[in-house]
């Protein structure tokens, strides 16, 4: 069975960070490229990171609200991606949300059931 | 970025009736090397994620049931609910996987009149 599982959501304050992390299991992980995606309260779906397969190296892309505050990284022997967050403002309010996508899976979008990250002071 | 486009912002129906989605994306979304339009529906009730409901703009995804369907090709896309039913009030979001990032429409609400 397939599965996504975010942790790591947290309470904290303006200018702190956090890492978010997004287990998985259930199919091969190097092949799949991993998403995070976020929602604040009330608000729609917003794409926030993206980390490629083996097939493109791994390779990193950022929405420009987040891009030189966030890091994208994931451990093949864990199966397992992160989400490093730095310089926290209070707009990354949301809840985040982990996704793996394969082109030639079913489906091929996966989806965990999120993690709430809430940044005030 | 691909700009995602649903109409209306929101629908009231009632129970038994149908239900008609719109979502229109900025570029098309049809990969011609694989005739695969990159096109995926969402249905999100509050407090939930989002649950897959399709995929190649009309594959529906296991365990949906049948009185949902969805069509269309390049630019223009509809998810359609035959039958509305009391569980089926959510928010609706498509979702383009054609470009550099996925983007999404901004939610169409379904409600019960």
């Known amino acids: 069975e397939v599965q996504v599982v975010e942790s790591g959501g947290d309470l904290v304050q303006p200018g702190g960070s956090l890492k978010l992390s997004c287990a998985t299991s259930g199919f091969t992980f190097s092949d799949s490229p991993i998403h995070w995606f976020r929602q604040a309260s009330g608000k729609g779906l917003e794409w926030v990171s993206r980390?490629?397969?083996?097939?493109?190296?791994?390779?990193?892309t950022y929405a420009a609200s987040v891009r030189g505050r966030f890091t994208i990284s994931r451990d093949t022997s864990k199966s397992t991606a992160y989400l490093q967050m730095n310089s926290l403002k209070t707009e990354d309010t949301a809840v985040y949300y982990c996704a793996s996508y394969s082109l030639h899976s079913t489906p091929p979008w996966r989806w965990g059931r999120g993690t709430l990250v809430t940044v005030s002071s | 970025d691909i700009v995602m486009t649903q109409s209306p912002d929101s629908l009231t129906v009632s129970l038994g009736e149908r239900a008609t989605i719109n979502c229109k994306s900025g570029?098309?979304?049809?990969?011609?090397?694989?005739?695969?339009?990159?096109l995926a529906w969402y249905q999100q009730k509050p407090g939930q994620p989002p649950k897959l409901l399709f995929y190649w703009a009309s594959t529906r995804e296991s365990g949906v049931p049948d009185r949902f369907s969805a069509s269309g090709s390049g630019t223009d896309f509809t998810l359609t609910i035959s039958s509305l039913q009391a569980e089926d009030v959510a928010v609706y979001y498509c979702?383009?996987?054609?470009?550099?990032?996925?983007?999404f429409g901004q939610g169409t609400t379904v409600e019960l009149k």
């Open positions: 570029q098309s979304v049809l990969y011609s090397s694989n005739n695969k339009n990159y």
């Open positions: 980390v490629g397969s083996k097939a493109d190296s791994y390779a990193a």
């Open positions: 979702q383009q996987y054609y470009g550099p990032h996925p983007t």
